[in-house]
T-cell receptor
């Protein structure tokens, strides 16, 4: 079984709808992240959480919110989706032990907002 | 602030050619970590290598090699004798402490280089 899972894997929705993307991990990591990928822009950080009580905005948090329900779960919400939020979304986790902080990525969620 | 630049948007080669993907980074931190990820057409991100700022030794792994030069803030990736299966988007990324002394963990990605290897 995958260590980092994302649901749904694909979603098509309409402008104005509320959408939640979910991420679960079995790696036991405290740190979790949400990124979005757009062609030609690489991955950009939306929100990150270093533990259940610690949530921080990333580079492009406007229009998004998150919830850290447990160590293993980190959800991303689009309160009112708009077309320019069409992108590939990745969840990632990392350990807080040691300096390396290698991130482990989920398979991605492809979101289309019409 | 951290920044990673991959100036090559797309590269196209014929199988068995060598190809180098460039990566230039900016950070004020003296301790930082550099990564390369591969994203094949299936979309997942595959970790390739991690390098810390104190280790400037080049690394070779099979057909892959990495050249880290602090003097030019570059961390270039070379594929020797490329194969069709190497076709993917490749991302260079940086992890540094950044302003405010927040701990490492967040990654700053370059824009990605689309590599196409033709048979």
């Amino acid at each position: 079984d995958a260590d980092v899972t994302q649901t749904p894997r694909n979603r098509i929705t309409k402008t104005g709808k509320r959408i939640m993307l979910e991420c679960s991990q079995t790696k036991g990591h405290d740190r979790m992240y949400w990124y979005r990928q757009d062609p030609g822009l690489g991955l950009r950080l939306i929100y990150y959480s270093f533990d259940v009580k610690d949530i921080n905005k990333g580079e492009i948090s406007d229009g998004y919110s998150v919830s850290r329900q447990a160590q293993a779960k980190f959800s991303l919400s689009l309160e009112s989706a708009i077309p320019n939020q069409t992108a590939l979304y990745f969840c990632a986790t990392s350990s807080d032990r040691g300096p390396y902080n290698e991130q482990f990525f989920g398979p991605g969620t492809r979101l289309t907002v019409l | 602030a951290q920044k990673v630049t991959q100036a090559q948007t797309e590269i196209s080669v014929v199988e068995k050619e060598d190809v180098t993907l460039d990566c230039v980074y900016e950070t004020r931190d003296t301790t930082y970590y550099l990564f390369w990820y591969k994203q094949p057409p299936s979309g997942e991100l595959v970790f390739l290598i991690r390098r810390n700022s104190f280790d400037e030794q080049n690394e070779i792994s099979g057909r892959y090699s990495w050249n880290f030069q602090k003097s030019t803030s570059s961390f270039n990736f070379t594929i020797t004798a490329s194969q069709v299966v190497d076709s993917a988007v490749y991302f260079c990324a940086l992890s540094a402490r950044g302003a405010g002394g927040t701990s490492y963990g967040k990654l700053t990605f370059g824009q990605g280089t689309i590599l196409t290897v033709h048979p």
